[in-house]
């Protein structure tokens, strides 16, 4: 009798923790992993993160913050996940000028590393319910530069940790 209920216990746990897994990762955290060069050297290949899924459900983007995103792709093509960084908002006029970055004629402080280029782009309007977004490693970023601007409703989430590799764990 004891064995019985000794298993029926230990079930239940791995049954109510699986659940509770599943819930987690469909509405608030998910963990994806780095497939290309593009955010480098911020974030490096087969690097693991984990996303806060329900962020942009209280606040908007922040500028210069990472985030991951459904691609902007042609119909009928297969939509992946992708990261990048947040550089225009809604409604701001975008330019890059021998790779300075300028919202509405102001030149932007990047705050982060990066692998610069000396290209330049735009300028653009970008819609009001969209953004524009960038690698971090931009001689080797197919961004909005190359596909055009990122809509709302394709946001996921804000990358906020790094969980893998261990040496490299915290704080995105």
Do not use: C
């Not at 960084?85 to 990066?114: C, L, Q, S, W």
Request: proline share 7%; hydrophobic share 45%.
């Amino acid at each position: 009798m004891r064995i019985k209920h000794w298993l029926f216990d230990w079930t239940e746990t791995i049954v109510v923790a699986f659940i509770m897994a599943l819930i987690i990762r469909a509405f608030f955290l998910q963990v994806f992993w780095i497939p290309s060069s593009s955010m480098e050297p911020t974030l490096d290949i087969q690097d693991r993160i984990v996303v806060n899924k329900v962020a942009y459900h209280f606040r908007q983007p922040r500028r210069q913050e990472i985030m991951v995103f459904r691609q902007v792709a042609a119909e009928g093509e297969p939509k992946r996940d992708l990261i990048k960084r947040v550089m225009g908002m809604p409604g701001e006029t975008f330019e890059v000028r021998d790779g300075v970055i300028y919202i509405n004629t102001k030149a932007v402080k990047e705050t982060h590393p990066m692998n610069s280029d000396f290209s330049s782009f735009g300028p653009v309007k970008i819609p009001n319910d969209a953004y524009f977004v960038m690698g971090d490693n931009r001689p080797a970023s197919a961004d909005s530069r190359y596909w055009g601007f990122l809509p709302k409703k394709n946001l996921i989430g804000p990358a906020f940790i790094r969980i893998w590799p261990i040496s490299k764990f915290g704080l995105i």
